[in-house]
Each structure stands twice: as structure tokens, then as C-alpha cells.
């Protein structure tokens, strides 16, 4: 049948009600209460073809070479001693029998398994069966759709037996090698052996996407640092994409580009949360890779049709398509969701037809464990859709590859992350390498990219560091290649050289993440290891406030990286630091006051913006916090208004002109959408410093609401620290005035309607798990938070959750300022 769209004629009572009715009028008694999802358009069809008792809580899909859907139907996910069903895992096989050109008739091709994950035909009529714990091929010698014969052909050792975090991707390249991946394992140890006993093993947490012979033989590792690579699709071209789950307090779930000897930074020994200072997520670190984008939560399949890569979310109720963009060597994407449900829509694995619709599995409840329930979807998709051609690699991505055959230096004298990758593995196969690493000659014959690109082949080619090399890293010029080395050291734990450490927290840091990678590092290599949460960094930087050895300067950049509300920061101890003799510390102790939210902050900030003695700039600041109670402060204002110094002077009026409503409307301005004019009025450069009081206020655009800066600011949107560097000037302007004209897929807000009929917007915050409520932030940086019932409809909003009209809430000189302030950081931050 063909889901009827929502008819909006209806009277105002929800949809789950009128489900219900429907139910009672005819007389089922088991009617599912989910309402159908809806397409993007008239164009697409969505026909249910099953449910239970049929199937149930499917997994993954895959159509095999008689264009026979088969299904992995679990029974063993987080079982419980009243679950339904069989007790062991099935492949249920959906097949035209009457020859009509539809799926009719259902049968079991296989069972007896344990937490099996995914499939794969082969052409000749096997098929692959991956399991948590392994690998199996499938074979149906007599014919009669029934497998009777089961060969192991992969096996992986370990003692964790979670379902979900073990073996589950699984894809053929096109030379026939097969690839699959593995999730965190909990950190626990692995070995995954072959039929031989060849194997390869890992100990720290970090997924993998592994890659073997057609016949499981030989498995080697292709690329490292994934949370869980659920699903994995290689194209013709011979490009390997993956969609990886997130950790539970690092988002977004991500789509990566999987290249070979490719590290994306996650190692569960560092903690789930993701948030550890020694963990990447999008190649913040030296050695680790950019992903192509942030998709839905709880993302279970990615597969290849028309010119899209589509990716079902289980957590976000949806299908979404990518359209991949060429970014360098590697590749951005544009998300556009096709098909919505509601709570009781979970889409898991998804399988290409060979008439090019698509079927997908649907786990209807948020329940992890076993209860059977269960529908298969089919969804025809646009015949012009279809036959769109997918975009071929695009020349960066192939000239990276060819690189690492011939031309390693080049390579690695590449800004770009996939062209020094590239480098990385034309060294790694350097013959000269092992020289390099073990006679440590003159590095100064070599430059800094190179340096980092020796040093990086030399753990890829996996014969292990050697002391005498990474001591001699800590000391390079290059603070990245110290960073790597501080890294190689954590991951492989090793004790010998910790001693080595802590000299590099003297001085002036070159980075925030540097300092705390190296915090990061001492403290895991001084105790046993233990699992870390979200707050690993406070508790890091708080150790580092209390160091009476530390100078001033380190003081400072602890002080703003810490979060400002944490406990250890008393008025008391912030008025300690601003007794400071260093005026950067008694700054950052300001700002740090500006940031908090208690009531007792402000009278120390009313005697900071009244000290004379203080310079200008410090004062500015004290008077940018008092902007967050105008009212309160308004005679103080008012009074600072008139101050003698131009900086404080001008802070204080903003103040004052920021408290009223629309108080820099100006009909003479130009529209938003004429950013040419727009850049002709803040062509001049502004005051930099008083863009940053700007960007952090609590009254005007509120930036530092959701935008981290330097270690400060919200988490919601996009840490806009290196935003100078990475955009032009007219593209920063153009992001303030128009905000939704160009949203990445990890910002895409969603527009709610609760069952009584109220409408949300919102960016969803991620959170672990699914216990049935949903959190957001709407513009204005406000949390909320909805139970997943009582959200009757859900769509991609087509605005930023960032707001609109902000220049209104500027006048020109503001705007200038913020823009100046912005592209500064270029420099700034070098």
C-alpha cells in the first residue's frame, strides 16, 4: 500500500490520536500508534511492504544477485529472558516468487546466529554474515533457498560482548577485497584472525576499518580513530566513505572519507565522552583527518544511488542524501532529508534495489533490546534521480593518490590533510625511512612539514617508536611535530619518556590545544588509566591553577580555557588574579567574571571598571560583563560614560545603546542581501578588541552565546577561533547578514510541533543513548528540552538556528569592529 501524506484538512488533534481511530473503526487491534513518514515530494512513493510478524527488528539489508532482499532479523540484541521471537539471529529473504516484478513471499535463508549486524551477497549466490564476533560466509549448494553450508572465514578474539561495538561494516571494492569495520570494543583488547591464523590486533579503543582477501585472508588495518563505522560504502572509483557514530558528548556522528593509513582521532581509552584533550574528532590534531561532514544521530547505513550518498539515522527518524562537494583532496557535502518520521521511526540498514528504489529497515521503538517489533520500507525514488552520475573523484583527490607512489615530498609539503596523507604513505615505503628513524640525522636537512611527515610514516609503517626518535621530536622547533610526538607517546603508554613532558608547559604555549594535549598526556602517563568524562579538561586545568610553580602566563591561558561557572573559581580566587602584577592574567580573570552567572560577579566587575589605575582595555572589558545587567548598573554606566578614557568611554555608551530595543535600526541601510554594499560600509578596519568585547556580550548579536573563541564561548555552533583564517572577509560578513544562506549538515535545525499544536525551532544538542527526550538550542542560545511522544511532526528547518537581522542589532562601528575582530584572528592565532 501507499502511505496517504497528512491531510491537513483535518481538525487540530494529532496525528497518533487519529491513528488510533482509525485503528478502532476497523477493527485492528494491533495497529501500530506510528504515524507513516513523509516524503520530501510528490515525486517520491512510500510503500510499508512489511512488519511484524514478518520481520522483526531488522538490521541490515542487501539485495543479492536474483534481486532477492535479504534482511538480518535480530533476536539477540541485548536479549532479555521475556524478549520474544527465537533465540538466535535470523537472514529473512523477501522474494518475487510469482514473477510479477514484486516482493512477495517471505522465507528464513539462514539462522542460528548471535548479535549478527550486517550482510553481503556475492555475485556467485554466497553470502557474507558479519557478527559481532566474526565473519561467516553462506552457501546454498542445493538450491533450494535455504544456506546449508556456514564457513567461518573471520574471527575476532576479545572479551567485550557489547552487540553494537564490535564488527558490523561490511563492503567489496571494486578489486574484490572485502572491508569491514569495527567499533571501540570498549577499549578492550582484540585479535581478528584469519582462517590461517594470520591476525591483526589492537588494544586502545580506537574502530577500524579493516580490509582482507575475498575469502577473509590476510586482514590488515586501512584506517584507525573511528567511534563505530556502522556501515561502509566503496564506490567503483575505488573511495571508501563510512558513517561513524559519536562518542556520547563529542558530536556530531560523522561521515568520513576513508583513506588508506588514514587516523580520524578517537580511541576509547581516552574515555567515551570524546572530549579528552588527546582525542580528534574532525582532524584537530596533528596526524588525524577531517570528516566530510556531521550527519543524523545514530546514523546505520550509507550506500551510493544516483549522485547522493544516502544515510539512514535512527536517532533523527530520518533518511537523508548527500550531495558531495569538492573540498581539496577530500570532500564537503550538501544534506537534504527525503524521508521524516516521527519517535516511533527508526531507519537501520538500507539496501539499493536493482530497479534503483531503495528498501530500509525500520526498529520502530527506541527500546535497544529485542522486542518485536519491526517494518521494511520501500521507497521509489525519481526516475531522473536514479540516473544522475555520481560525481568522479575530483582531480586533488587523484592527484593526492598519485602522490604517495612518486612524489612523498611533494605531498607532504601539502597544507591540504588527504595530500599530506598521501606524502605519510609515500614515506612509510621509503626504504631511506628506517635510516631516518634510527640515525636521527640533522633535522634541519629536512622542513617542518617534512620533519611531521617522517615521523608520522615511521608509526604508520607500525614498527614501533624508538626512544632516542621521540625524545628527539619533543625537542623540534615544529610545535606540531612535539604535539605528534606527545600523542604517539600517550596512545602506545609510554612511561620512559613522561619525564620528557612536562619541560613543554614552560613558556609561552603555541596553542590551547597544545597545552592541554600535553596536560592531557602527563596526567594519563602519571596514573592508571581510568575512564575520563566531559569534565577531564576542568580537572586538568583546575590541577594547573593550583601549581604554585607555574608562571603567570599559563595561569592565564588555564584561566581561559576552563569552564567559568566550575566551582574552583570563587570570587574570591578570581580576586587573587586580579591582584596580578601580569595584565593579561588580571584580563582573563575579567573575562572570566564577564562569563559567569552568578550575582556576585558583577560588584567585582563594577570595581574593576571603576579603577582608574587599570588600563583601558581591562576596564572596557569589566564594563562589556556590567552590559549583562544594564538596568541595574545603569548610573554606573551612564557616569563611565563620561570617563576621560576613549576605550572606556566608548564601552560604556555601547552599554547603554545596546539596552534599548532597536536602538540602531536605520532605514538608510542597505538590505541584507547586498553584501557588496555591506562591505563598502565596514571597508575601513575597526577596533579589534572592541569587536571581541562585542562578540562575547550578553547584549547585541550575543556571539560567544554558541561560538567558541580561544577556548571561550558556547558549544552550539562552530568554534569560530580560526574563522580569519579559513574565510575572507566578505564571506565573514556575508555569514552575519545572512545566516542560512549556506548551513553545514552538522547545523541544520529542526522545526518541532508538539501534540498540542506549539511549534519549536532548534539545533539538537547530542546526547548518549535515547531515554526518550530530546534537547535543542533555539536562537537565542536558549536549551530546551521535549519528550520524543509528544513531538508530533519534525522537520529540517530550511533557516540557521543562528538569527536573523543581527546587523540590526549593531550599529556600523560594531559591525566593523566584529568583522574586524574576526578576520584578525588570521593573524592572531598564527
Known amino acids: 500500500m501507499i502511505l496517504p501524506r497528512e491531510d491537513n484538512g483535518l481538525p487540530r488533534i494529532s496525528r497518533r490520536l487519529r491513528i488510533a481511530l482509525a485503528a478502532a473503526i476497523i477493527g485492528i487491534s494491533n495497529f501500530a500508534a506510528a504515524a507513516p513518514p513523509r516524503v520530501a515530494s510528490d515525486s517520491y512513493k512510500l510503500e510499508q511492504v512489511a512488519a511484524e510478524p514478518q520481520i522483526t527488528t531488522p538490521i541490515g539489508l542487501a539485495f543479492d544477485s536474483k534481486g532477492r532482499l535479504l534482511v538480518v532479523e535480530s533476536h539477540t540484541h541485548l536479549r532479555g529472558e521475556t524478549s520474544p521471537g527465537p533465540d538466535t539471529d535470523r537472514i529473512r529473504m523477501l522474494a518475487d516468487t510469482d514473477g510479477d516484478g514484486k516482493l512477495d513471499t517471505w522465507s528464513t535463508f539462514a539462522e542460528g546466529f548471535n548479535q549478527a549486524m550486517n550482510l553481503l551477497p556475492r555475485s556467485d549466490g554466497a553470502v557474507y554474515v558479519v557478527t559481532r564476533h566474526g565473519v561467516v560466509l553462506l552457501r546454498d549448494a542445493d538450491g533450494d533457498d535455504v544456506a546449508d553450508k556456514q564457513e567461518e572465514i573471520l574471527r575476532l578474539e576479545t572479551t567485550d560482548d557489547y552487540p ?107 574515555g567515551r565522552a570524546g572530549t579528552h584533550p588527546l582525542q580528534a574528532w574532525n582532524g584537530e590534531l596533528p596526524g588525524t583527518m577531517p570528516y566530510v561532514c556531521g550527519v543524523g544521530e545514530a546514523p546505520t547505513a550509507i550506500v551510493a544511488l544516483g549522485k547522493w550518498l544516502w544515510v539512514t539515522s535512527w536517532g533523527d527518524h530520518c533518511i537523508d542524501r548527500y550531495e558531495l562537494v569538492p573540498r581539496g583532496a577530500s570532500y564537503g557535502a550538501k544534506r537534504e532529508t527525503i524521508v521524516q518520521g516521527d519517535a516511533d521511526f527508526r531507519p537501520t540498514g538500507m539496501a539499493v534495489a536493482p530497479d534503483g528504489s531503495l528498501y530500509f529497515g525500520d526498529w520502530v521503538l527506541k527500546d535497544y533490546p529485542v522486542h518485536g517489533r519491526g517494518r521494511i520500507w520501500h521507497l521509489v525514488v525519481p526516475a531522473d534521480a536514479v540516473k544522475a552520475t555520481f560525481p568522479a573523484r575530483s582531480q586533488e583527490d587523484v592527484a593526492a593518490e598519485s602522490m604517495a607512489a612518486s612524489e612523498s615530498k611533494t605531498g607532504a609539503e601539502s597544507n ?64 606540531d611535530v612535539r604535539l605528534f610526538a606527545v600523542r604517539w607517546i600517550a596512545d602506545e603508554r609510554i612511561t620512559a619518556l613522561r619525564d620528557e613532558l612536562p ?218 577561533t580560526q574563522v580569519g583564517r579559513n574565510s575572507t572577509r566578505d564571506k565573514i560578513l556575508a555569514s552575519i547578514l545572512l545566516p542560512s544562506q549556506e548551513i553545514a549538515p552538522d547545523y541544520q535545525a529542526w522545526m518541532l510541533t508538539t501534540e498540542d499544536g506549539k511549534v519549536y525551532t532548534g539545533l539538537r544538542l547530542q546526547q548518549p543513548g535515547d531515554d526518550g527526550k530530546e534537547s535543542y538550542v533555539d536562537s537565542a542560545a536558549h536549551k530546551f528540552t521535549l519528550t520524543s511522544e509528544s513531538i508530533a511532526e519534525r522537520h529540517m528547518a530550511t533557516t540557521s538556528v543562528m538569527p536573523e537581522n543581527l546587523q540590526s542589532l549593531m550599529s556600523i562601528d560594531d559591525l566593523r569592529d566584529l568583522v574586524t575582530f574576526l578576520t584578525a584572528a588570521a593573524s592572531a592565532n598564527k
Request: hydrophobic share 35%; glycine share 10%.
Open 164 to 270: 553494537h561495538d564490535g564488527l558490523a561494516g561490511i563492503a567489496r571494492t571494486a578489486d574484490g577485497k572485502l572491508l569491514l569495520g569495527l567499533g571501540e570494543n570498549h577499549g578492550k583488547a582484540y585479535r581478528l584472525v584469519d582462517r590461517d591464523g594470520r591476525s591483526v590486533s589492537g588494544k586502545d579503543g580506537a574502530g577500524c576499518v579493516f580490509e582482507c582477501g575475498e575469502d577473509g585472508r590476510g586482514p590488515h588495518r586501512v584506517a584507525t580513530g573511528f567511534w563505530n563505522p556502522f556501515s561502509i560504502c566503496a564506490l567503483p572509483d575505488m573511495r571508501i566513505f563510512a558513517i561513524d557514530n559519536d562518542p556520547d558528548a563529542s558530536p556530531p556522528c560523522r561521515m568520513v572519507h576513508v583513506v588508506q593509513g588514514g587516523d580520524y582521532g578517537f580511541r576509547f581509552q581516552y
Open 416 to 479: 591540504d590533510p588527504f595530500v599530506f596523507a598521501s606524502g605519510v604513505r609515500g614515506f612509510s615505503r621509503d626504504k631511506d625511512l628506517t635510516r631516518w628513524a634510527t640515525e636521527t640525522p640533522d633535522s634541519t636537512l629536512d622542513g617542518e612539514r617534512i620533519r611531521l611527515a617522517k615521523l608520522e610514516a615511521w608509526r604508520l609503517r607500525g614498527t614501533g617508536p624508538t626512544e632516542e626518535l621521540l625524545r628527539k621530536a619533543l625537542r623540534d622547533k615544529s610545535a
Open 503 to 720: 619541560p613543554l608547559l614552560e613558556g609561552p604555549q603555541p596553542s590551547q590545544r597544545y597545552y592541554l594535549a600535553v596536560l592531557g598526556a602527563i596526567d594519563w602517563l602519571s596514573h592508571e588509566p581510568k575512564m575520563t568524562g566531559t569534565e577531564i579538561t576542568d580537572e586538568l586545568l583546575v590541577r594547573e591553577l593550583k601549581n604554585e610553580k607555574r608562571s603567570a602566563q599559563v595561569y592565564a591561558l588555564a584561566l581561559r580555557l576552563i569552564s567559568p561557572d566550575h566551582k574552583f573559581l570563587t570570587s574570591e580566587k578570581l580576586g587573587e588574579y586580579l591582584k596580578s602584577d601580569d595584565k593579561q592574567l588580571r584580563m582573563e580573570a575579567v573575562r572570566t567574571l564577564a562569563q559567569q552567572s552568578n550575582d556576585e560577579r558583577f560588584l567585582l566587575l563594577l570595581k574593576i571598571a571603576r579603577d582608574e589605575s587599570q588600563p583601558a582595555d581591562i576596564r572596557a572589558e569589566a564594563i562589556a560583563g556590567l552590559s549583562a545587567a544594564p538596568d541595574q548598573y545603569l548610573h554606573e554606566l551612564v557616569t563611565l560614560a563620561d570617563d576621560k578614557q576613549t576605550e572606556v568611554k566608548r564601552e560604556a555608551r555601547r552599554a547603554l545603546r545596546l539596552r534599548v530595543a532597536n536602538a540602531n535600526a536605520d532605514d538608510a541601510r542597505p538590505v541584507a542581501t547586498d553584501i557588496a554594499a555591506w562591505s563598502k560600509l565596514v571597508a575601513e578596519p575597526g577596533d579589534a578588541a572592541s569587536g571581541r568585547r562585542l562578540f562575547f556580550s550578553s547584549t547585541g548579536p550575543r556571539c560567544g552565546g554558541c561560538h567558541k573563541f580561544e577556548g571561550r564561548g558556547g558549544g552550539v555552533g562552530p568554534d569560530l
